[in-house]
């Protein structure tokens, strides 16, 4: 056999490749896994019946437009159906708004530390990160409007920011975005807005309105919890949207996620009774942790952030002990994705018996 392989870009000798959460060790009893900031509910039944009906016509291709997808979703947020783009989750739906904008000299602001995706995904499409580091784990827009440049292409807005929980108020957002250039993409990623209970936190689709360099990202993979099947779209202007339809892979949002799509709008407001229950756990969650000693800053998200810097692996590992996985970013902190009552008590008896907090 040749010793040779076959040369590939020499971007991927930089990283691995994308490392989703963990899920949690075996451990005798129960497991939880809070790594990935997942709905902890099963499908709802309607949703099921809809997904076992399109089962059976998989044989056929999906509809490479989503068309009627694409319709409820309009119908849904009150925007024309061509302002309206699909992808595969919200991360496919990047990768194609990256794939429009990148190439080589093009710059890429996010602030970080967000969601692990978008350097990822940058440096895939041939262009440069530009990252802007948090203040007080929030975007510092100020910074992030002074690192523009006429290479910037991009910017990510993501609020709440993943994995700190913290969101961007409205003001400041719309602020910002008044001076990012015309020809300047800025996209604000709300995977997980339904979680928002803060009337100042930043309403993507009001912003978005009049600005025609403005786009918003959104997921069915969180509150409508349909990860597994992946579907995100964008709701943009129409030459944006038509940017991302154009780099969008044929069938890349398949017929069973469609169809579950569709049913989770339609079904949305008993997805939303859940999506609250969540929201009363995270408080309650926070509110134990910050009450037991530890720092936790305030949160819109599905997740709390825990800024445990060079402890962050060690108590992974300590709740991976436990059987529960949650989401160390070393150096910087770890993330816990907020579930049902019982794995939210698993995770805080885990954190009690922890002593290296402090
Ligand atoms: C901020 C943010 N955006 C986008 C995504 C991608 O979600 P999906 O591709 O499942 O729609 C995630 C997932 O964790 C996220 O945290």
């Not at 089962?55 to 509809?63: E, G, K, T, W």
């Not at 194609?96 to 978008?118: D, K, M, N, T």
């Not at 100020?142 to 920011?161: D, G, H």
């Not at 037991?292 to 445990?308: K, Q, R, Y």
Request: with cysteine; glycine share 6%; net charge negative.
């Amino acid at each position: 056999m040749s010793e040779q392989y076959p040369r590939f870009r020499s971007i991927l000798d930089q990283f691995a490749g994308y490392k989703p959460g963990k899920p949690p060790t075996p451990a005798g009893g129960r497991t939880f896994k809070l790594s990935s900031n997942e709905s902890p509910y099963d499908p709802l039944p309607s949703v099921r019946a809809v997904l076992a009906d399109a089962a059976s016509q998989i044989n056929r291709y999906p509809d490479n437009g989503a068309a009627e997808l694409t319709d409820a979703i309009a119908s849904r947020f009150g925007v024309p159906a061509e302002h309206v783009a699909v992808g595969c989750g919200s991360v496919g739906v990047a990768q194609q708004l990256l794939e429009a904008v990148g190439e080589p000299g093009a710059e890429v602001i996010y602030a970080w530390r967000s969601f692990e995706a978008y350097p990822y995904l940058t440096e895939l499409a041939n262009a440069t990160s530009v990252q802007v580091p948090l203040l007080s784990y929030g975007h510092d827009l100020s910074a992030m409007a002074a690192a523009i440049t006429e290479r910037t292409r991009l910017i990510f807005v993501c609020t709440p920011n993943n994995p700190t929980g913290t969101p961007v108020g409205h003001r400041d957002l719309a602020e910002f975005l008044d001076v990012v250039p015309a020809d300047c993409l800025a996209v604000i990623d709300e995977a997980y807005v339904q979680y928002v209970r803060d009337p100042a936190v930043a309403d993507g689709l009001s912003l978005y309105v009049d600005r025609p360099n403005v786009a918003v990202l959104r997921t069915f993979s969180k509150a409508y919890g349909l990860a597994g099947l992946r579907v995100g779209f964008l709701i943009g202007h129409p030459p944006v949207a038509q940017a991302v339809r154009k780099t969008m892979l044929p069938f890349t949002v398949n017929s069973l996620a469609q169809a579950a799509a569709v049913a989770s709008l339609a079904a949305e407001s008993e997805l939303l009774e859940r999506v609250e229950l969540v929201v009363k756990e995270r408080d309650r969650v926070r509110g134990e942790l910050l009450d037991d000693g530890w720092t936790v800053p305030p949160t819109e998200a599905n997740f709390v952030w825990l800024p445990l810097a060079d402890r962050s692996a060690h108590f992974a590992d300590h709740c991976d002990a436990a059987g529960v996985s949650v989401r160390p970013y070393a150096p910087d902190g770890v993330r816990v994705t907020i579930a049902d009552a019982e794995a939210n008590d698993a995770f805080l008896a885990a954190a009690a018996r922890y002593s290296h907090r402090a």
